[in-house]
């Protein structure tokens, strides 16, 4: 099963497929280097909403197309997020998932502040 990065990846994949455009044109016009977008693309690097928002205006695609995950519905993120923990990678998911959850952090108190 694909975790939500993957599948953001392969969306980002099929975007250039049919747009004929390379990774190192959608990584300039994002404005990161080349190995940052492969990584992304391939799933294997953490973005933020504030980034799939900007791949997804980037893309001419709505940022809940990009983040749609397919296989299941999902109640909570960050269990997907957890799911992810592998056995040989678990001090590398720990630091993604501490990421993700000060994200998510970031994210309520934007929100709080603009209810305010």
């Given amino acids: 099963?694909?975790?939500?990065f993957e599948q953001i990846g392969d969306k980002?994949?099929?975007?250039?497929?049919?747009?004929?455009?390379?990774?190192?044109?959608?990584?300039?016009?994002?404005?990161?280097s080349k190995q940052?977008?492969?990584?992304?693309?391939?799933?294997?690097?953490?973005?933020?909403?504030i980034e799939v928002s900007?791949?997804?205006?980037?893309?001419n695609v709505s940022f809940d197309y990009l983040m749609k995950y397919e296989?299941?519905?999902i109640i909570n993120p960050v269990?997907?997020?957890m799911?992810?923990?592998s056995k040989p990678n678990t001090k590398d998911d720990l630091r993604f998932l501490d990421h993700v959850m000060d994200e998510m952090v970031e994210l309520?108190?934007?929100?709080?502040?603009?209810v305010e």
């Fill in 1 to 4: 099963m694909k975790d939500l």
């Fill in 12 to 32: 980002i994949q099929l975007y250039l497929e049919e747009n004929k455009m390379s990774q190192t044109e959608l990584a300039e016009k994002f404005g990161v």
């Fill in 36 to 49: 940052v977008m492969s990584k992304i693309v391939h799933g294997k690097k953490a973005i933020n909403v």
């Fill in 54 to 59: 900007k791949l997804a205006s980037i893309m």
């Fill in 71 to 73: 296989e299941h519905q």
């Fill in 79 to 81: 269990f997907v997020m």
């Fill in 83 to 85: 799911g992810s923990v």
């Fill in 108 to 114: 309520t108190n934007l929100l709080q502040n603009q």
